[in-house]
């Protein structure tokens, strides 16, 4: 059972409604972590407005990848459940790829440099070298492209700390860090 109340939709506050209705188009559901989250107002806008930027960067395999990679490496259960159906279902990675994804690799050797230097980032806390800023330029990512990693990385980074803390109850296949 979470630790964070997990509300239904009409119980959330009213200026999170809009927002939860808006992910229930898209999606078909809500996921509990959004719900969690809609208990803030400011923290749901906030997250959807940069889930929804950060959908028009990187294609949606990257960012999955790095979401697999990320969760693992956080520990977060729900977020390796739910990226492990999103990344199956949604991006068609293969089961293979998501097993290598959770090891912070890729199959692909761009992808595998920028979810490598993603979990470099996490398991560093940003304390990189130049040689490993060089290695994810050298697999052709600008440096813009780097901070959408960067970005992806951060998204990742929240959603895993709040599901870790609120022990938010898995509403996908469930999976479990190694």
Same mark, same amino acid.
């Given at each position: 059972? @979470? ?37 803030? #107002?400011?923290? $749901?806008?906030? *997250? ?10 990187? !294609? ?5 990848? %790095?979401? $697999?990679? %990320? &969760? ?17 279902? $949604?991006?068609?990675?293969? #089961? ?12 692909? #050797?761009? &992808?595998?440099? &920028? ?7 996490? +398991?560093?806390?940003?304390? %990189? @070298?130049?040689? !490993? ?8 990512? @600008?440096?813009?492209? %780097?901070?959408?990693? +960067?970005?992806?990385? &951060? ?16 509403? *996908? ?6």
């Amino acid at each position: 059972m @979470s630790r964070l109340t997990v509300p239904a939709r009409d119980d959330v506050p009213e200026a999170s409604k809009p927002i939860l209705d808006a992910v229930h188009k898209q999606i078909g559901v809500v996921p509990n972590m959004f719900r969690l989250i809609a208990q803030s #107002p400011a923290a $749901l806008q906030g *997250f959807t407005a940069n889930n929804g930027a950060l959908a028009k960067t990187l !294609d949606v395999k990257t960012r999955e990848r %790095i979401a $697999l990679a %990320i &969760a693992q490496a956080n520990g977060c259960d729900y977020c390796l459940s739910a990226h492990s159906y999103l990344g199956l279902n $949604l991006a068609k990675i293969t #089961p293979e790829e998501v097993a290598l994804n959770r090891k912070g690799l890729s199959g692909d #050797p761009k &992808a595998n440099a &920028a979810v490598s230097f993603a979990v470099k980032v996490v +398991l560093e806390r940003g304390h %990189i @070298s130049d040689a !490993d800023v060089k290695a994810v330029r050298a697999a052709g990512f @600008s440096d813009g492209q %780097i901070v959408e990693i +960067l970005a992806v990385t &951060a998204e990742n980074i929240f959603t895993n700390l709040l599901n870790v803390v609120a022990q938010t109850d898995i509403d *996908f296949p469930v999976v479990h860090a190694a």
